[in-house]
């Protein structure tokens, strides 16, 4: 019922770690998949998984690296009615899948996610109980990749999967496209995936230029703004976020994009003070 899709790119030894994981999960998912971004280090790592048929294993090579990509490359691949992903790098909960897979026996669910542990703990719940997140605010609905984050197949190609232009920001893009639709996430408030994030390595998804930020940002509020015309919150979070990084660059020449958009005028009030702080004329 459930294909765990693995992308991975320069980082053989961790992969291993993330395929062991699912293997000892309390009920194995129908199959896993690893895709390989323009290198070939997993092939190498995992040369004994894959010859055992404990996996199946795929390699980009088209010279042109994004995770987006290869996450619907692994998606093209699957065969089963769910999709979960899982980075590289991190480990998955042993009971997650299990009690996934009792949800989704006993109906018919979108997408969703689960909690995070950092440091064997989870930081923050999402809401009080398991269950569809309507009353909450729009960016509680937001889930990155990393999260546990699943979905019905047909459902992620109908909506056309992720944005292979976005390095950066794909998943926020691919929630907003989600809840436009009328689909509001699933939230199991169980712990989901063990992230591994302060060991220094470079993410998958990795941006460091702010500059690249600030487009994969802007990108997301252009595709999904107008989806929203009627949902002032989901409007304000997309332009707010984009301005917040806006003002983190020295040079401004970005900040007058936004005068396309309409804005409240508490968000007016909010964008005024935080240029204000920032010397920003």
């Not at 909960?93 to 006993?106: C, D, H, M, R, S």
């Not at 809840?179 to 591994?196: C, H, Q, R, T």
Request: charged share 25%; glycine share 6%; aromatic share 10%.
């Amino acid at each position: 019922m459930i294909t765990v899709i693995i992308p991975t790119h320069n980082r053989g030894t961790d992969v291993i770690d993330a395929v062991d994981s699912v293997l000892a999960s309390t009920q194995l998912p129908g199959e896993i998949i690893v895709v390989e971004d323009q290198s070939d280090e997993a092939q190498q790592s995992l040369a004994d998984y894959i010859s055992s048929g404990k996996l199946r294993y795929y390699r980009r090579t088209d010279g042109i690296s994004g995770a987006s990509a290869t996450r619907n490359f692994g998606v093209s691949k699957a065969t089963q009615q769910y999709i979960l992903f899982l980075d590289d790098d991190d480990t998955i909960v042993p009971t997650y899948i299990e009690k996934l897979q009792k949800y989704f026996t006993a109906s018919s669910y979108d997408w969703g996610f689960g909690d995070v542990l950092i440091n064997g703990e989870i930081t923050k719940y999402r809401a009080k109980s398991t269950g569809h997140l309507i009353n909450t605010k729009f960016k509680r609905k937001m889930a990155a990749m990393s999260s546990g984050f699943w979905i019905n197949k047909e459902l992620y190609e109908d909506v056309g999967g992720l944005d292979e232009l976005l390095n950066i920001d794909e998943d926020t893009d691919l929630c907003c496209r989600l809840i436009a639709d009328g689909l509001n996430p699933f939230y199991l408030k169980e712990g989901a995936v063990n992230l591994a994030r302060n060991d220094g390595n470079q993410r998958l998804t990795t941006v460091t230029d702010l500059s690249r930020k600030i487009e994969c940002y802007y990108r997301t509020l252009v595709n999904n703004y107008d989806r929203y015309a009627n949902d002032k919150e989901a409007q304000g979070f997309l332009l707010d976020r984009v301005h917040r990084v806006m003002c983190k660059r020295k040079d401004q020449s970005d900040l007058p994009k936004l005068k396309a958009f309409s804005k409240t005028p508490s968000l007016r009030v909010v964008h005024f003070l935080r240029e204000l702080k920032r010397g920003i004329s």
